[in-house]
């Protein structure tokens, strides 16, 4: 298990990454303690203050949420869940280094944990160290070779260090664990984009853009694609069901930015600031 330290920049523009675990900005403080009885927390044991932390997640306080993680973890040090359970919610509010501090924690208490694993593995992605991710993901894989998301992490490391070809081959071996899956075939859209395939894919991105579930970031994509290929109007419309014109045409300058750009400033942009490859 390698340690990242450097954290990175946000990703630039509308539509720019993958799909990730989504996140808030980075270096987001967690609260010392949520609303509530704090007297009451402070005598709970670890079990309540799970259940706890469990239910403030449920209902979205997410930043709560890991301030009861963390309190369960000080409680209990060597139990396993509330580790993983910290790591991952400071995933999800932004603090890529404190999630991965959690998920170390939980690997030398559990070295073969699959999540806390692809965990960690995800948050040296969001500290802009790929190629230490890239070590995680195969020792990950290595450990459970039907983690599909673990080819796809191992696929956004690879892009990340501009080795495209290799990428693609990881998000296919993750498609024939779990075909269909949308991130795995939002990332290969990605890739293949990266490397001047953008009728390729713009084939593998429409279907999923025009499922009725299909998330903004899916429709992003798209426009990237499409903005990449220098297809500005075709992009536009697409941005036009999430955006107002002022995001618009901000969004189709950094296109054009990006159009001029050397492949490996292109893969920069488009997976660096990423939190997680779930």
């Known amino acids: 298990m390698k340690n990242g330290r450097r954290r990175t920049g946000a990703a630039l523009g509308l539509g720019l990454g993958l799909l990730l675990a989504g996140c808030a900005a980075d270096g987001a403080k967690v609260p010392l303690a949520p609303n509530g009885p704090e007297t009451a927390i402070a005598s709970a044991g670890p079990e309540t203050v799970m259940k706890l932390a469990a239910a403030s997640e449920a209902k979205g306080d997410v930043a709560g949420a890991a301030a009861l993680y963390r309190r369960a973890h000080d409680i209990d040090p060597d139990a396993l869940g509330p580790a993983v359970a910290l790591g991952r919610t400071l995933a999800v509010i932004g603090d890529a280094q404190g999630a991965a501090d959690a998920y170390g924690r939980a690997l030398r208490l559990a070295p073969a944990d699959a999540e806390a694993k692809r965990g960690y593995a995800n948050a040296l992605l969001a500290l802009d160290q790929p190629r230490l991710a890239a070590e995680e993901f195969r020792e990950l ?40 899956d949308a991130t795995l075939e939002n990332n290969l859209a990605l890739s293949l984009a990266l490397t001047g395939d953008y009728d390729g894919a713009a084939r593998l991105l429409a279907p999923l853009v025009r499922s009725p579930t ?26 036009r069901r999430d955006h107002d014109e002022a995001a618009i045409r901000r969004t189709l300058a950094q296109y054009e930015t990006l159009r001029d750009a050397t492949r490996p400033a292109r893969a920069a942009a488009a997976f660096r600031g990423s939190a997680a490859a779930d």
């Open 141 to 180: 894989l290595a450990q459970h070779p039907g983690e599909h998301r673990g080819h796809n992490g191992l696929g956004v490391a690879l892009d990340m260090v501009g080795e495209h070809e290799a990428a693609q081959e990881e998000y296919r071996k993750g498609l024939r664990l779990a075909p269909g």
């Open 214 to 239: 299909a998330a903004p970031r899916t429709r992003n994509n798209l426009a990237l694609v499409h903005g990449l290929a220098g297809r500005a109007d075709i992009a536009a419309e697409i941005l």
